[in-house]
């Protein structure tokens, strides 16, 4: 059988990660923790090393391995949500205790994951971006930090 999961490297924060997002992030969990055994570059045997879990549904590995790769924005968690208390709740959540805000939804997480906490009406509003109300939501989308769904509908009413 084939299958495909989400790899996450981290150099000492998986197990704390994986643990943080199954607090926060509704249909997640962590499944298993392996630890290190001895002899494994960039771990210490013992500690946390390999450790399963699930995402908003999705299979996740988070590895715990040094500091020899790092994540970046090439790879991130779409999280779409219903609103703008929503897209609020999750924004502060990612952003705070080292977290960092971005452009266009996204944002870094404290453990160096990128999130875009995308609500719904953005992708309603966008359609297949073949009206002009379609691209004036996505212009306005453009010149934001976290979205703002009162500031998108304005822009895809505006004539």
């Not at 908003?56 to 590995?61: E, K, L």
Request: hydrophobic share 45%.
């Amino acid at each position: 059988m084939v299958s495909v999961r989400v790899h996450l490297w981290f150099d000492r924060q998986g197990l704390e990660a994986a643990r943080f997002y199954a607090e926060h992030v509704p249909g997640s969990r962590v499944d298993r923790v392996l630890t290190a055994p001895d002899g494994v570059p960039g771990t210490t045997a013992g500690e946390p090393f390999v450790i399963e879990g699930v995402v908003a549904g999705v299979p996740v590995t988070f590895l715990d391995a040094g500091p020899d790769l790092r994540l970046d924005e090439a790879f991130s968690f779409y999280l779409l949500v219903d609103g703008q208390e929503e897209v609020d709740r999750y924004w502060e959540l990612f952003t705070a205790d080292g977290g960092e805000p971005g452009q266009c939804g996204w944002c870094t997480d404290r453990f160096g994951v990128s999130w875009q906490v995308v609500p719904r009406q953005l992708e309603e509003l966008c359609g297949d971006y073949s009206t002009a109300a379609n691209l004036r939501t996505v212009r306005a989308m453009l010149q934001m930090g976290k979205i703002d769904v009162a500031a998108l509908e304005a822009a895809h009413r505006a004539a």
